[in-house]
């Protein structure tokens, strides 16, 4: 029998050792730590002890689900806005040959989430898709953003509970010890950065801090102080800190309309991996859907990403 109760504080050593045990021999498995848990997920502010449920069989504890309103970021304060609307699944954590632990805790997370008023439930939403505020730092064991392709088990009861795939995209990475390449990228920034300057835009580097993710830097290109292209990027903590490698994720590429179509998206992108290597980097990743073919040919023909993982992103209308 399983039983599901709120999470309580006195869980969070339980809910470690069930995570490593259910993750343990992933393809891109991490260890975590019980303070990286709370930081990352129970000591944020948009938190809620209401929204994370605990299962238990004789009372040792199982797996659990965290699921949750879709939350927004107020963009000129440091506030958290739920959107009524669309509730995210943020985490299942369960066996994946334990079928009826998962049908129950999907069941309970889509009920909760009904009850709150969401109309739709999206299983493992990417923080491209829409804000992720839990999980950054640890991400490695969960193979968040997405729903790997390998949880076979949770996918096929998701399929049964009417989840189809809202989203197919990619993670490519560009590997920065390929010399010769990256040699050809910063001379093709130099000429774009050449035709930047007689249109009179100005390369500008800055601290990025928001409420939801780690802190981050970014290149901006801007003309007369406002800004017209720019990409942020950070260091993946969870990977470097398991493999060793300076793993640098891509986190934003956007260039205001009608300056699009001038180069200035590719030339935003060769800022980044310039100051990212001065940083340390050894390679850098990013997420692309699939169907937009404007950046998937900028990343993987025009910058030379290669493909390195694949994820999807699971919906379901909610009664």
């Not at 000591?43 to 299962?55: G, H």
């Not at 404007?294 to 909610?318: D, K, Q, V």
Request: a neutral charge; proline letters at 6%; hydrophobic letters at 45%.
């Amino acid at each position: 029998m399983i039983h599901l109760q709120a999470f309580q504080s006195t869980d969070l050593p339980a809910l470690v050792q069930v995570w490593n045990r259910t993750f343990l021999g992933g393809p891109n498995f991490i260890a975590v730590a019980e303070r990286e848990l709370a930081q990352r997920v129970t000591d944020q502010p948009s938190f809620r002890e209401t929204e994370m449920f605990v299962a238990r069989r004789e009372e040792e504890v199982v797996g659990f689900v965290h699921f949750g309103l879709r939350i927004r970021p107020w963009p000129a304060r440091d506030e958290l806005a739920r959107d009524p609307a669309e509730g995210h699944i943020y985490a299942l954590v369960a066996p994946e040959a334990d079928g009826a632990l998962i049908e129950t805790l999907l069941t309970h997370a889509c009920e909760r989430l009904a009850l709150a008023g969401a109309r739709r439930a999206l299983l493992y939403p990417s923080w491209v898709q829409g804000v992720q505020p839990f999980y950054n730092g640890i991400a490695g064991a969960y193979e968040m953003p997405g729903l790997a392709r390998d949880r076979q088990g949770l996918r096929e009861v998701a399929a049964e509970q009417g989840f189809e795939v809202a989203a197919d995209y990619a993670t490519p990475e560009l590997d920065l010890s390929r010399r010769d390449h990256i040699r050809s990228l910063l001379k093709e920034g130099a000429r774009l950065g050449a035709q930047a300057a007689r249109w009179e835009l100005e390369p500008h580097e800055r601290r990025l801090r928001t409420p939801l993710f780690p802190p981050r830097r970014s290149v901006e290109l801007t003309r007369d102080s406002r800004v017209v292209a720019m990409a942020a990027y950070g260091l993946w903590e969870e990977y470097a800190r398991q493999y060793g490698r300076c793993l640098f994720g891509i986190t934003s590429v956007q260039v205001e309309s009608r300056w699009q179509g001038k180069g200035l998206g590719k030339l935003a992108m060769i800022l980044a991996i310039e100051a990212a290597m001065a940083e340390g980097a050894e390679a850098l990743h990013l997420h692309v859907y699939r169907e937009n073919r404007p950046a998937w040919n900028l990343y993987h023909r025009a910058l030379g990403f290669r493909p390195a993982f694949a994820w999807i992103t699971l919906a379901r209308p909610l009664p």
